[in-house]
Structure formats: C-alpha cells, structure tokens
C-alpha cells in the first residue's frame, strides 16, 4: 500500500473521531 494513502487514511480516521467527539460533546452541553 502507498504510504501517502497510508497516511491519508489515519489522518482522515483521527479527523473523523475528533468531529465525533466535538458533537457528542455539543450534544451533550445543550
């Protein structure tokens, strides 16, 4: 596998939790 794909991926997996944690978080607070 590209690494540059490699890479892609984990950035976009750690983008993705973080704007999981962010709705939960808002979520929660309203």
């Given at each position: 596998m590209?690494i540059?794909?490699?890479i892609?991926r ?10 999981l944690?962010k709705?939960?978080?808002d979520h929660?607070?309203?």
């Amino acid at each position: 596998m590209n690494i540059l794909v490699f890479i892609l991926r984990i950035f976009l997996a750690y983008l993705h939790c973080e704007l999981l944690i962010k709705f939960k978080t808002d979520h929660l607070s309203l």
